[in-house]
């Protein structure tokens, strides 16, 4: 295993890293009192897209740490930002599935959002349908929005994932995650979705312009082998995979990627950090 060392900035996953559900993962605590007495810079970089930033520092202080909404990255987040930069926002029409989480980011950057069956085939009002799609996690998921995100695409619209993780690290297990919704909605449409979140790079480099922090000089903390540690391995950043999550040892082993370090949780990290050569 190559040497702990040269670590400046964190990039942290949270789902099956920081917490099960609502249930922390031992050692939450001194691990944030680590980075900051250590003045290690991180962003928690999550694809998880149901909740805001606001609401990820509420979580995380019930939990007794105190972050900053700066220090947040969602996938939905990183999902308004790569939108602005390929579509003029007040021009622009959205139907999400999704909640605040992803809804937010969009409104802020100016996006018009359109309701169920808001389509464009009404003969007195024909634009009122979506120019694009949007997905992320949502637990209020129904016919009617899995419906109206149908019609859209089928009539043109973008289609776009949050991210793609097909299951969702909880307190009572495993269960589906908007993978799982983005793939109903690829068989109905025969359109496959861009994503943004990881194993994509695009909100790795988003969380290293926030963090002004060499690439060389980062490190990745994640939970599952297919988005996490691939998603640094394709920005050409170090990982350690935590095995709280997702992922196991015998995952990686037949696979042509790797983390650079694998520990057992957030834990055995804090302990590294603490003894981390300069």
């Not at 089928?154 to 690290?169: E, M, Q, S, V």
């Not at 909880?170 to 496959?192: K, P, Q, S, Y």
């Not at 790079?201 to 996490?228: K, M, N, W």
């Not at 095995?243 to 834990?267: A, C, H, N």
Request: aromatic residues 6%; charged residues 20%.
């Amino acid at each position: 295993m190559k040497p702990f060392k040269n670590i400046r900035a964190l990039i942290i996953d949270m789902d099956g890293v920081l917490w099960h559900g609502d249930q922390p993962i031992p050692g939450l605590t001194d691990f944030f009192q680590t980075l900051r007495s250590q003045k290690i810079p991180f962003i928690l970089a999550t694809n998880n897209a149901r909740l805001t930033q606001d609401e990820y520092v509420i979580k995380l202080n019930r939990m007794n740490v105190t972050v900053t909404p700066a220090e947040i990255l969602t996938s939905s987040m990183a999902t308004a930002l790569y939108l602005t930069e390929h579509f003029t926002p007040s021009e622009t029409r959205v139907f999400v599935i999704g909640e605040d989480g992803a809804k937010q980011p969009l409104l802020e950057r100016g996006f018009t959002l359109t309701e169920l069956y808001e389509l464009n085939d009404d003969k007195d009002n024909p634009n009122l349908g979506a120019d694009i799609v949007v997905c992320g996690m949502d637990q209020k998921l129904s016919w009617d929005k899995l419906a109206t995100a149908t019609l859209n695409i089928r009539a043109g619209a973008k289609f776009i994932g949050t991210n793609a993780d097909t299951t969702l690290p909880t307190e009572r297990g495993l269960t589906h995650g908007n993978g799982a919704i983005l793939a109903a909605l690829e068989a109905a449409t025969d359109v496959t979705p861009t994503i943004i979140g990881k194993p994509e790079p695009i909100i790795y480099q988003q969380a290293l312009s926030l963090l002004g922090v060499d690439p060389d000089h980062t490190v990745a903390i994640g939970d599952r082998l297919e988005t996490d540690i691939l998603g640094a391995v394709r920005t050409g950043i170090r990982s350690i995979m935590v095995l709280t999550g997702v992922s196991s040892e015998d995952d990686f082993k037949t696979t042509d990627y790797q983390p650079t370090w694998v520990m057992q949780d957030i834990r055995e990290i804090t302990q590294a950090l603490k003894n981390c050569q300069p």
